[in-house]
């Protein structure tokens, strides 16, 4: 893997049996005009050319804009067709099948296959979100089993944010069903899905780095939960305690951050390839 070229943004480091784990790092979203004010983006950059320019530092981008709308075919064939060759895709899914649960929730999921099969040669996963209070019971055990039987065929992970879920049979069911539980990085608030280093899909690990604003997390106010910056320290201490446990379990991981605030995410991404390249380079000499 050494001798191709390298995606801007991601790292090979030791994976499965000896082998490689190709880590592509990224951000929840890349269209925000504070990005431009906060000098990610020059300035006057339109939303129109954001892509092209996240795409120079990275390879995978996380589309958080099909969770408040329904994916497009048409929108999402112009993207595929405007983005880079080397871009990736991970895409949420929308809003009204996970959250609302809207009575044609069914009819939605396959409206959302249908909206996002341009991105499907390129498309890595389909992120289900679930709500905060979406625990372990009966009904949405039978409501989360029927929503990724609807998914099958497409790439899936699950993020759970209700700590209940956190059960040795929830992981093997999704290993069962070939689904990536993600990782998450967040406040340790009582009630909230734990950081794991669990691991149920050998193909893929996924990571959601949300920052760990505990008064942010508690405000309500949505522009301070993800107001945090990660620094070094705790960015390397993360490598150091859960990313080697990861990586040596899967053959790719994908890593965003979602603290947007200020262009803190694009910021935390590249200091977290430069913290894996550099350790990448210590251990190779």
Avoid at 9 to 17: A, D, E, I, L
Avoid at 210 to 222: D, T
Wanted: glycine share 8%.
């Amino acid at each position: 893997m050494d001798s191709q070229p390298q995606r801007p943004g991601s790292v090979t480091v030791p994976g499965t049996r000896g082998g490689a784990c190709e880590l592509l790092i990224g951000t929840c979203g890349y269209s925000y005009l504070e990005w431009v004010d906060s000098g990610f983006y020059p300035a006057a950059t339109p939303p129109a050319q954001m892509l092209g320019l996240y795409s120079r530092c990275f390879s995978i981008v996380e589309l958080n804009y099909t969770w408040y709308q329904m994916a497009r075919a048409e929108a999402l064939a112009r993207m595929e067709a405007a983005a880079p060759a080397h871009l990736l895709f991970a895409a949420k899914l929308t809003r009204t099948i996970t959250h609302e649960r809207q009575d044609d929730w069914r009819e939605q999921v396959q409206a959302y296959r249908r909206g996002i099969a341009p991105l499907r040669k390129r498309l890595v996963a389909v992120l289900v979100q679930l709500p905060p209070d979406f625990d372990r019971t009966v009904g949405n055990r039978c409501f989360l089993a029927e929503l990724l039987d609807g998914l099958q065929g497409i790439p899936v992970a699950v993020e759970f944010r209700h700590a209940s879920w956190a059960a040795d049979a929830v992981f093997n069911e999704l290993e069962r069903r070939g689904v990536t539980l993600v990782t998450v990085d967040e406040p340790a608030l009582p009630g909230l899905f734990p950081p794991l280093d669990v691991v149920t899909n050998p193909a893929l690990f996924y990571v959601r780095f949300h920052g760990r604003n505990l008064q942010g997390w508690q405000s309500g106010n949505m522009q301070r939960k993800f107001d945090y910056d990660y620094s070094h320290s705790e960015l390397r201490q993360w490598c150091e305690t859960s990313l080697s446990g990861l990586a040596r379990r899967a053959g790719r991981g994908i890593l965003f951050f979602n603290n947007h605030v200020r262009a803190q995410a694009p910021r935390n991404a590249r200091l977290l390839c430069s913290l894996l390249e550099k350790n990448r380079y210590q251990a190779t000499t």
